[in-house]
Every structure is written in structure tokens, then in C-alpha cells.
């Protein structure tokens, strides 16, 4: 009897398995798969602390895998684990009958690790490769915060270490010392196409993770012993101070067990009738050659039952007693503060008021306003700095919301450009981000177009025209145009369970609200009412719309403005508002087109009714000006140019 021969055996078992769900599915990786089946096998069955029965509880460990690609073995495992997903309200065990649906509509068992269709068992959508590092990290600070002692595993390919990303999430382990994080690299030696490049070889990322002061294992990944003696070093050197994070590197063989199916060719190929036959007899020719024997008992180990304790929450105080706590009454008297600093001292607010939220930027937080909140010390340690790595931090935050957390996550709304794949993930995931992009619009002065957030409202805009696993629009934009609705709108955000992107501006704009406005998601604020025109705008064209109304007004033009802070909005208000303004509709935005004029334009045509909508935005690449005016007047859109197309929209020509 001996622990090599049992786990020899439940590989060439999930080996199987794996070759026959996908050989049903009539695609997927199973070579790939089979190259993890010892490494599976280890975890599963006799490492990680977990419960079949109970597969999101709090407490267990955690497996995140980042080549997603290879998921047929976990489902394989998960069916011979019975391992629970959850159908309804009802949490039911994976079954080998339901692995054979494997890709199919119905089916919970998808392509790739998907927990927004009721798979608890996984943390994050994956298969758009990289990520799950920085996911991993995310649980190991929420485990961290919580104080419980779980390890999480992150099973990384080869070919995917190509990503920056993993290297973002290696030296962020570093930085926090998540010493329960163990990055597993399986060095199986070929991508999709060929082999890997020697940069991704398994000797080169043990050099690399060494320099990177890791304590790195460099083990055969189809030897039971080897692996097991791995992860028990792991686990020890978790707790051990001044120790260095431990990572594996495990030399696999991509097709294991199976000689027709090794070799390059076979990436994304799932063999059926007479080939797969022959895989099958291969891995038994494998176990005899082995000794593969169940002849030793597996036992998952005893799991932890405690559990973090239950977030609370309490009401925020009033923008104005917030500014009062913050010793900044003076902004009062000024009468005019810049919505990245609102957004600071609403963050702290949220913060106090929110137990579980937790506060992430990229090294810009003292031009983001998350500083705010880093520099309380009371909220100190819930203030996570990702340095310049924008698609590591957002991972993470995915990784955060997967344990119960709220991250709020802030950068330059340019440079959130970076991670838009990594949104997008999480958005798969059903794991609401609270995402806030700063330094929105051409209105950004001498830094130039570099730092300019233009195109983030049409990619974010996507996301509003659908919905979730959940139910929950895919995401809400929200553009503050003073810092009354932006402290508002932070609250309504962390009250909100979705992902809400906010956008916030580098000048100070004066107040247009007081303490006694209202702001909600999918809102709008009426500030004029008339009868010729409607003109919508957002964020500080706002501003520059109050002061066309003097001219309009001196034109004879009696003008309705909406701040529509909101994407999306109240489609039915807006479309009233137009009908009493002779359906003449203009829109203005510092931004690029395909954002809110053309969600205003959509709106309206879908009511069937005749309307005359124009649109004025960003038309030409902007350049650095010294304020806000000049860039303006350069894009077309300073007051001047608003009254101008209003006297064109209604046929009138200028006094």
C-alpha cells in the first residue's frame, strides 16, 4: 500500500474522465487536463481544506485556475467528489452524468470556470489567461483582513506566464507578503500551436521567481510524493515569520498517460469514438505501468469552521458634516471643490460605513482622492496599494468581492483602459466592482491627451445595455457634476449591489446642489425647465451649458437642461422632457462619441416618435492646454460653440 500507487490511480481515473466529458462535448483541452492530474489530485483529495457539500464556505481553501482552458479536470474531480453547485436556491453534487453535459446551453458545467452560473466551488471566471493570479492574491487579502488561516492555490500554464500580468501579481504578493497564496506553474512545455518559448521554460521561470525572492520548488508534477512534500512546505512556511512566499514549478507532461496524445497538435482537441478509444486504453496501459492501485485510503483534511465575522453597515454622514470631520469647512465658504476630492471624503465616509468595504488604487491616490481614505487610521489597514499595475489591482479587487468584500478601486479613468479585459472578467464572474476613473474628459489641462479618460464611457456603455446572471444591469456609468451629487453617488454605490462605474473630474467645479438633492442610480437632475430645447449634458459641460444659458437666453432661446448624470437613465422621462421641448434634443459630453448623446439618441428612436437629436462631444484628437477653457475651445465644445449649434438646431441665426 502506499500513497503513490492511490494517487497514480485517481489520476489515470480523472484522466478518463476528463477524455470522456469533452470527447461528448465534442471539444475542449483534455490533453491539457491530463497534464494536472496528479496536481489535482493532490489538492482535492488530500491537501486542501475544503467540503464537497459546502463549497463556498468562507473558511475553506481556495483553488483559482488561471488557465481556465484545462477546467474538464476539475469537473471531473468535482463529479467524483461530488462537490456542489447550485441549481436554484438548492446546492446539488456534480455528478458523472451531469460532467457528460459538459458545454451544453443548459448545462451549469461550462466551457471555462464560470461561478455567475452557480459554481461556488470557483472564485472567478477565467480562460482569458493571467488573471487568476492577482485573483488568488484579492482571497489571500480578504482571508488576511479576516484573519483566517486558509492557503489559496493558483494553477498557472506556461505559455499564459507570458502575461505581464502574472508578474504584476508576483511582486504584489511580495509587497503584502500573502504567503498563503502558492502560485503552481504547470510546465507542461506547449502552448496552443507549438512549444513554449524558452522565456516560458520551466528552468527560466524558476529563475525568475527566485530573483523575485521566492522560495521556489522545482518538482516532477506527475510525482505523488514530490508534490505532496511541496505543499506541506507550503503550508509550513505560511506561518513562518520572515520566510519568503513559496511557489511550484511542476514539470508535467501535456497529454499524460495517453502517447497519442502528447506532442504538439493536440491543444483544444477532444478525441471521440475510435480515438478516444484509444486514449482509454492507453491510461490503463499507464496505471499498470505505474502501479496505479487504490489501495490507500484518500481523506480530504478537516476544515476550519470559522468564519469571518458579518459586515455592518451604518448610515454616512451628510457631505457637509463629512467636510466638517475632514476639517475642510473652508471648501463650504469656497463654494466649489473638485469631484476627485468629494470623492475622497465620500470614500472615507463609505468606508466608516461600510465594514467590508476596501480601498484599492494604483499609486495615483493622491490625485485620485483615495488618499483620503488611506491616511485615516482607522481605515488604514483596508487600503490596498497596487502600485502602477492596473490589471493586477482590478483582478484582485474580483478576488476581494469573491470573499465577501467591497472593493472600491480608483485610477486615472485612462489608465483603467489597461484592465478593461480584466472588467469584463469580472463582470463574467457576477462579482460587482465599484470602479472610479478620475481625471474624466478633454477638461484635464497641460498633461495632455495621455491622461484623458475619452473612450472609457462607450466601452462601460456596453455594459449598461445588459444584464447579469443576477439580474443587475451589467453596469451603471455615473459622471458627478459637482461635489454634492458625487459624495451622493458614492453612497448610492456602495448601497448597490452591482458594478458602478464612477467618473470624476481633475478641476474644482462649483456646487449646482445643496444637502437637500437627491441623486440615485439611473437618475437625472432637471436644473432648467423650457420649452424650445432640451440640452443634455454631464460632468462639467454642465457647467459650460449654465453658462450658455445667459446668451441662449438673450437669443429668445428658452432652453431645458438635464444633468444626466446617469447612464443608464429613465429612458420614459427623458423622452416627456423632449416632447415638451418640440423634440429638439442636444447632448454634450468631453468626451468621445458612442456615450451619452447616442444612449440619449437610442432612447428616443426607440419610441417611435420624430425627434431632432444632435450630438456635440469630442470630435478631434485633443492636445494639452493650460485650463479647462482652452481645451474647450479648441474641441468645439465651450459655451460659445453650444449656443451656436442651438441657434442652428432652431433655425435662428446669432443677435
Request: proline share 5%; glycine share 10%.
Amino acid at each position: 500500500m502506499s500513497l503513490d500507487s492511490t494517487h497514480h490511480q485517481k489520476a489515470v481515473d480523472l484522466a478518463k474522465l476528463t477524455y470522456q466529458a469533452t470527447g461528448a462535448a465534442g471539444s475542449g483541452h483534455p490533453s491539457t487536463g491530463a497534464s494536472l492530474v496528479h496536481l489535482v489530485t493532490a489538492l482535492l483529495y488530500g491537501h486542501m481544506r475544503h467540503e464537497p457539500a459546502n463549497p463556498g464556505h468562507p473558511s475553506s481553501d481556495r483553488l483559482v485556475l488561471s488557465e481556465g482552458h484545462a477546467v474538464p479536470v476539475l469537473y471531473a474531480a468535482m463529479a467524483d467528489l461530488g462537490i456542489h453547485y447550485k441549481s436554484g436556491d438548492d446546492l446539488r453534487p456534480v455528478t458523472p452524468e451531469l460532467l457528460m453535459t459538459l458545454r451544453d446551453i443548459d448545462s451549469p458545467i461550462d466551457g471555462h470556470p464560470n461561478p455567475g452560473l452557480g459554481m461556488p466551488f470557483f472564485d472567478a471566471a477565467t480562460g482569458s489567461l493571467g488573471q487568476g493570479l492577482s485573483v488568488a492574491a484579492g482571497l489571500a487579502i480578504a482571508a488576511k483582513l479576516d484573519g483566517l488561516d486558509k492557503r489559496i492555490f493558483c494553477l498557472i500554464g506556461d505559455g499564459e506566464s507570458r502575461e505581464g500580468q502574472i508578474w504584476e501579481a508576483v511582486d504584489f504578493i511580495r509587497d503584502h507578503d500573502l504567503k498563503a497564496v502558492c502560485p503552481i506553474f504547470n510546465a507542461n512545455a506547449f502552448g496552443q500551436t507549438s512549444e513554449v518559448s524558452p522565456q516560458q521554460s520551466a528552468d527560466t521561470l524558476v529563475k525568475k521567481l527566485e530573483a523575485a525572492g521566492y522560495t521556489v520548488l522545482d518538482i516532477d508534477g506527475h510525482q505523488p510524493s514530490a508534490i505532496v512534500e511541496a505543499l506541506a512546505t507550503h503550508a509550513q512556511h505560511q506561518h513562518e515569520p520572515g520566510s519568503a512566499p513559496v511557489a511550484l514549478v511542476a514539470r508535467t507532461v501535456k497529454g499524460w498517460g495517453s502517447a497519442s496524445q502528447q506532442g504538439n497538435g493536440h491543444h483544444g482537441q477532444a478525441p471521440s469514438g475510435d480515438a478516444l478509444a484509444t486514449v482509454l486504453e492507453e491510461l490503463e496501459a499507464t496505471a499498470r505501468a505505474v502501479g496505479a492501485a487504490a489501495d490507500t485510503p484518500l481523506k480530504i483534511p478537516m476544515m476550519s469552521a470559522e468564519k469571518p465575522a458579518s459586515p455592518t453597515t451604518t448610515a454616512a454622514p451628510s457631505f457637509e458634516d463629512a467636510l466638517k470631520a475632514a476639517g475642510m469647512e473652508s471648501v463650504l465658504e469656497k463654494g466649489k471643490m473638485a469631484t476627485r476630492k468629494a470623492y475622497g471624503i465620500a470614500l472615507q465616509a463609505a468606508g466608516h460605513a461600510h465594514s467590508n468595504l476596501v480601498a484599492l488604487d494604483a499609486e495615483v491616490s493622491n490625485s485620485t482622492g483615495a488618499d483620503t481614505f488611506k491616511k485615516d487610521a482607522k481605515l488604514a489597514d483596508r487600503f490596498v496599494e497596487c502600485r502602477i499595475a492596473e490589471q493586477n489591482m482590478v483582478s484582485a479587487g474580483l478576488g476581494l468581492a469573491a470573499a465577501g468584500k467591497m472593493p472600491f478601486i480608483s485610477t486615472f479613468g485612462k489608465f483603467m483602459v489597461r484592465a478593461y479585459d480584466q472588467i469584463e472578467m469580472a463582470l463574467l464572474s457576477n462579482q460587482p466592482l465599484k470602479l472610479v476613473g478620475s481625471h474624466a474628459g478633454a477638461t484635464l489641462g497641460p498633461d495632455g491627451p495621455s491622461q484623458m479618460a475619452l473612450i472609457d464611457v462607450p466601452f462601460f456603455r456596453g455594459f449598461t445595455t445588459m444584464r447579469s446572471h443576477s439580474g443587475h444591469r451589467g453596469a451603471v456609468i455615473v459622471t458627478p457634476s459637482d461635489a454634492y451629487a458625487c459624495y451622493a453617488l458614492v453612497q448610492q454605490m456602495a448601497d448597490y449591489d452591482g458594478s458602478v462605474y464612477l467618473r470624476t473630474l481633475r478641476p474644482d467645479t462649483e456646487f449646482i446642489y445643496g444637502p437637500d438633492d437627491t441623486f440615485v442610480l439611473g437618475g437625472h437632475q432637471v436644473l432648467v425647465e423650457g420649452r424650445d430645447l432640451m440640452i443634455c449634458a454631464s460632468g462639467y459641460m454642465v457647467h459650460e451649458v449654465n453658462k450658455a444659458l445667459e446668451q441662449l437666453d438673450e437669443a429668445g432661446i428658452d432652453a431645458t437642461v438635464v444633468d444626466l448624470y446617469s447612464l443608464p437613465f429613465d429612458a420614459d422621462a427623458i423622452a416627456d422632457l423632449a416632447n415638451n421641448n418640440n423634440g429638439k434634443v442636444l447632448t454634450v459630453e468631453d468626451n468621445y462619441g458612442g456615450s451619452m448623446g447616442s444612449a440619449v439618441a437610442e432612447a428616443l428612436a426607440a419610441t417611435g416618435d420624430g425627434f431632432d437629436v444632435q450630438q456635440m462631444h469630442v470630435q478631434y484628437l485633443p492636445k494639452s492646454g493650460q485650463n479647462p477653457d482652452e481645451l474647450l475651445q479648441y474641441c468645439k465644445l465651450s459655451a460659445d460653440h453650444i449656443v451656436a449649434k442651438a441657434l442652428e438646431m432652431l433655425s435662428l441665426t446669432p443677435a
